[in-house]
């Protein structure tokens, strides 16, 4: 089954034949593409809103799972909602910024920010089915008609998500931001009480899954596979993140943006006990001295893992340009943006690399022993990267079963060792380094098993 296509009811534009001698057919008038025309095109039972999923090729329920009330898959139709809640209205009380469903600040995000919207637009849909595959007015009509083709969409403006590099563009526009407005959540949101902006492209769109990937899916779009999705992720994260810093432009007063540092790292008990242990550990990923605050390298460090074993030449420079990146932002802000940049350009070249192969059972198995490494769990020293390493072998795990290359039952021996890492980040505030490397050997552990 395909993902959630909007589709439904267009106007489509007479074909108007005038008799006579000088009879001339007047054909309509291309449609104007990217008008987000609003969820409720979508609607119909003979579109995406029946009530079970009965259709032959796609579910057609697919805005009953979007606009479920309390799973996950329902969060994008919840996301205006919540500006309404007491939550919403203390951070923009505490900004100034007037009620949070009227902020633009907070509206690229918490509804389909799309710039031109058609007659069915409705802001409080949240974030809708064209925000994320486009304005539909383009390709509405081929999208319903009979014969009509995933390519021909595509043309007329649909993007094709099953690409994990045009996925990742699109996801992470909200959960990391982008340069457009009120797509960027900033150090002062979080310290008036937003939540913490975390990403895994592949987890994130397994939580959401309202499509079915099936003979009919692979036949039309292909299918990437989540290996390959969570490694693109990972690597159009960090070049996301890299961009923004690079670019410059944000901050206040003599600091830069601070959303972009490790929040954990910073913010840590400090206690006046003469037998207080300090909490801050020695990266060696970071040269930076204590008391630096490190820029947030969690896809750093996953993208490290997925580049030993799908390029090892782009690894070792991924290396060489992260240690450099590190290094100039404890000596100059000009620099280290100018490094931000050549990172980032590494990043993108992983994007493509992962992006035009395949990843075998021994690669997703390398990966996997890789994120649970004693080498790369040294750099598990900060919430953010411990929270994305258990993510990461929950994502490989599942794609190593899913694929059938790993048998489920020798899959579930590992995943009471899983459940006890995530519950070592279930809260950032009680993270503890050690306990959290210990909960991960015990996943290499039991991950030996898979082999």
Not at 71 to 99: F, N
Request: charged fraction near 20%; aromatic fraction near 6%; hydrophobic fraction near 40%.
């Amino acid at each position: 089954m395909g993902a959630l296509c909007v589709a439904a009811a267009a106007v489509v534009g007479a074909f108007v034949v005038v008799s006579g001698p000088s009879a001339t057919a007047a054909t309509e008038s291309a449609p104007v593409k990217g008008v987000h025309e609003g969820v409720a095109s979508c609607a119909g039972s003979s579109c995406h809103s029946r009530q079970v999923d009965s259709g032959v090729n796609v579910r057609q329920n697919e805005l009953i799972t979007w606009q479920s009330a309390s799973s996950a898959a329902g969060a994008h139709s919840r996301a205006w909602r919540v500006l309404t809640e007491p939550r919403a209205q203390a951070i923009t009380r505490k900004m100034g910024i007037g009620p949070a469903q009227t902020a633009k600040e907070c509206l690229g995000c918490h509804a389909d920010p799309g710039p031109m919207r058609g007659g069915k637009f409705q802001l409080s849909d949240g974030v809708g089915c064209e925000a994320c595959h486009g304005g539909a007015s383009g390709w509405l009509a081929s999208h319903r008609a009979v014969g009509g083709t995933h390519a021909a969409n595509v043309a007329n403006g649909l993007r094709p998500l099953e690409n994990p590099k045009v996925r990742a563009g699109v996801c992470l526009d909200c959960h990391f931001g982008s340069s457009r407005s009120g797509q960027f959540v900033t150090h002062q949101m979080m310290a008036a009480g937003h939540p913490r902006v975390a990403f895994e492209l592949d987890l994130f769109s397994s939580m959401i899954n309202h499509w079915d990937v099936d003979a009919d899916y692979v036949k039309r779009k292909g299918y990437a596979g989540g290996v390959k999705t969570w490694a693109v992720g990972q690597a159009m994260a960090l070049d996301r993140s890299l961009s923004l810093y690079g670019e410059g432009g944000r901050g206040g007063g003599a600091f830069p943006e601070l959303y972009f540092f490790d929040c954990h790292s910073c913010h840590r008990e400090i206690s006046d006990d003469p037998k207080a242990r300090p909490k801050w550990e020695a990266n060696p990923g970071r040269p930076i001295p204590s008391g630096q605050p490190p820029f947030n390298d969690e896809n750093m460090i996953m993208l490290q893992a997925a580049a030993r074993v799908a390029s090892p030449a782009l690894a070792q420079r991924l290396e060489a340009d992260s240690r450099a990146f590190h290094a100039a932002m404890a000596r100059d802000r000009g620099e280290s943006q100018r490094a931000a940049l050549r990172l980032a350009g590494t990043a993108r070249a992983l994007a493509d690399a992962f992006a035009a192969r395949g990843f075998s059972r021994a690669d997703t198995l390398a990966m996997l022993d890789t994120v649970l490494s004693t080498e790369l769990s040294r750099r598990y020293t900060d919430y953010s990267g411990s929270a994305q390493a258990v993510m990461a072998a929950d994502t490989l795990l599942n794609a190593l079963v899913a694929s059938g290359q790993v048998d489920r039952g020798v899959a579930a021996r590992v995943r009471p060792q899983l459940d006890r890492a995530y519950a070592q980040v279930r809260d950032p505030n009680r993270y503890s380094p050690d306990a959290f490397r210990s909960a991960l050997t015990q996943v290499a552990q039991a991950a030996r098993s898979l082999r």
